[in-house]
Nanobody, 111 residues
Framework: QVQLVESGGGLVQPGGSLRLSCAAPEFTFANKDVRWYRQLPGKERGWVSSISRNGRVDYEPLVKGRFAISTDDGGSTLYLQMKNLRPEDSAVYYC?????WGQGTQVTIAS
């Protein structure tokens, strides 16, 4: 049973930055479809960004230009770099790969 673990969430002011990480022991993100999702308060979980197994990168329009998805060179860690954060980005963020989910990490944007 693979349990992905996210980290890097927290409280930041509007305009700030955070980098989320996702990893699991002996798990590689290489050659897999990998994604980040988020669940805003009172909303369903929604897709944020993804890297397909052939390398295509996509972003939800509201985060394009502010968020960047990547993996490390060895494929052991998935990242989501978030810049120019807005209060409406406040959510629980989840990573996903090969039908495995993380437990989520809370991101709160507030003054």
């Amino acid at each position: 049973q693979v349990q992905l673990v996210e980290s890097g969430g927290g409280l930041v002011q509007p305009g700030g930055s955070l980098r989320l990480s996702c990893a699991a022991p002996e798990f590689t993100f290489a050659n897999k479809d990998v994604r980040w999702y988020r669940q805003l308060p009172g909303k369903e979980r929604g897709w944020v960004s993804s890297i397909s197994r052939n390398g295509r990168v996509d972003y939800e329009p509201l985060v394009k230009g502010r968020f960047a998805i990547s993996t490390d060179d060895g494929g052991s860690t998935l990242y989501l770099q978030m810049k120019n954060l807005r209060p409406e980005d406040s959510a629980v963020y989840y990573c996903y790969a090969s039908e495995h989910w993380g437990q989520g990490t809370q991101v709160t944007i507030a003054s």
